[in-house]
């Protein structure tokens, strides 16, 4: 399969659209297939479990050579929500570990230096970790912690304004700054 077929339109970009990825995918009969089967592998099932699934394997297999594998979303693009299932459904089963924490599902930033002052180092020596990894490894390793934090990532990541009204940003800002504070209260002793 040729990823360049799923690349995106817009000039010097070299990222592959995942509704696009998605599209192709689509087309083709086993892509398809395990594409299906990699959604199915990935509802309620933890790393482990789905790795000692051999079907889940396969399609994980097949669809690290497709369009999907390298796909990436655009901020506000016009089907984000459908981007980030889709970029989700393949990288949740690969971005286990420590890659977990590197992975997005956003185009990458144009490459411009920054102070390091804004820079929050994730180890600058012995015992001078990031407590957000820190935090973000432990909960990670808790299933309640996991899915309470799926929920308020779903209710941010939900479409907001109401019907008849055109969509002013991606989320309704305050049901997910709620449901991000109710989170962090409830974990912020434990980590």
């Excluded at 689509?26 to 079907?55: F, H």
């Excluded at 990670?140 to 309470?148: A, G, P, V």
């Excluded at 990532?153 to 504070?181: D, F, P, V």
Aim: charged share 20%; hydrophobic share 25%; glycine share 6%.
């Amino acid at each position: 399969m040729c990823k360049s077929s799923a690349l995106s339109t817009s000039g010097s970009q070299d990222w592959v659209d995942c509704v696009k990825a998605s599209e192709v995918c689509n087309q083709n009969p086993q892509c398809s297939s395990r594409y299906r089967i990699m959604r199915q592998c990935l509802v309620g099932k933890d790393w482990n479990t789905m790795l000692a699934n051999k079907e889940c394997q396969a399609a994980l297999e097949v669809l690290q050579v497709s369009p999907l594998y390298d796909c990436r979303c655009k901020r506000g693009m016009k089907k984000e929500l459908q981007c980030l299932q889709s970029y989700w459904s393949i990288n949740m089963g690969l971005s286990e570990g420590e890659d977990f924490y590197e992975a997005t599902p956003y185009e990458p930033l144009p490459s411009v230096r920054h102070s390091d002052a804004f820079r929050l180092p994730l180890c600058s020596g012995p015992g001078h970790c990031n407590p957000c990894l820190d935090a973000t490894k432990a909960c990670n390793l808790n299933d309640n912690c996991k899915r309470q934090r799926s929920a308020y990532i779903s209710t941010c990541t939900r479409a907001g304004g109401q019907q008849g009204q055109q969509q002013q940003e991606g989320c309704n800002r305050k049901r997910c700054h709620k449901a991000l504070r109710q989170f962090l209260e409830l974990y912020q002793h434990s980590y």
